[in-house]
């Protein structure tokens, strides 16, 4: 049972460049997420999309883009990447937005860094 | 939005108990407690959620002040596999622009020695 898997696990970009994160979950979840964490610090929600055809900005959005390409893939895009989008990005994945009783399955994140 | 408030790291000792306090002190009537937890180059995982009684399940316990300003995870004997970065989240149930979200705060790491 693979839950939430993400790809690339590692890759390096210079600045400028743009790239794409995939994540995928198999659990036919409605609700999905992309955080990003810095070093010695907590998550932060970068975008979500409560279910399949919508996503909203989380706390951090501002030069990133998502697609929710069907109800197992959300994927999120650097356009012109910067050396402070250097970071871990983890993708997660719940049964609803409004269960609070779901919790989040969480990938094992993207290590990337923007040099 | 509600603040939580835990130690930078905490130590014990593997086969013994650990309890791991988290404040919030502001917390409302509709923020859940959940716990997180996130060992070395992985991802966050669920531990346990509750609301005001105390909770218990496979993993570990949430035991919750009266007042619902405190509240403690307790791991009831220790392994190495436990050593990781533990996080107490409030969850709001209803209203607000926090409504679901999860939001994270630096945790306390927890070591475990053999």
């Known amino acids: 049972n693979a839950g939430v898997t993400q790809t690339p696990k590692f890759q390096v970009l210079k600045t400028g460049q743009s790239m794409t994160l995939q994540c995928a979950q198999d659990?036919?979840?409605?609700?999905m997420y992309w955080y990003r964490q810095d070093p010695g610090m907590g998550l932060r929600l970068i975008y979500y999309?409560?279910?399949?055809?919508?996503?909203d900005k989380g706390e951090v959005p501002n030069g990133y883009n998502v697609s929710r390409l069907n109800k197992r893939e959300f994927s999120l895009r650097l356009e012109s990447a910067a050396p402070s989008q250097t970071s871990v990005y983890f993708c997660a994945s719940s049964r609803t937005w409004t269960e609070w009783s779901q919790p989040q399955h969480f990938g094992d994140g993207t290590r990337l860094s923007i040099l | 939005d509600a603040k939580t408030t835990q130690p930078n790291s905490m130590e014990s000792n593997e086969e013994e108990p650990v309890h791991l306090p988290c404040n919030h002190s502001?917390?409302?009537?509709?923020?859940?407690i959940h716990w997180y937890r996130q060992l070395p180059s992985q991802g966050p995982e669920y531990v346990i959620h509750?609301?005001?009684s105390n909770v218990n399940n496979r993993m570990a316990s949430l035991a919750i002040a009266e007042d619902r300003k405190s509240s403690t995870l307790i791991l009831h004997r220790a392994t190495l596999r436990d050593a990781a970065v533990y996080y107490c989240?409030?969850?709001?149930?209803?209203?607000?622009?926090?409504?679901?979200?999860?939001?994270f705060g630096q945790g306390t790491i927890l070591t475990v020695h053999p």
């Open positions: 999309s409560a279910s399949e055809g919508t996503t």
């Open positions: 989240i409030l969850r709001p149930h209803a209203g607000g622009t926090s409504y679901g979200k999860l939001t």
């Open positions: 659990m036919n979840h409605n609700s």
């Open positions: 509750g609301l005001t």
């Open positions: 502001t917390i409302s009537g509709t923020d859940y």
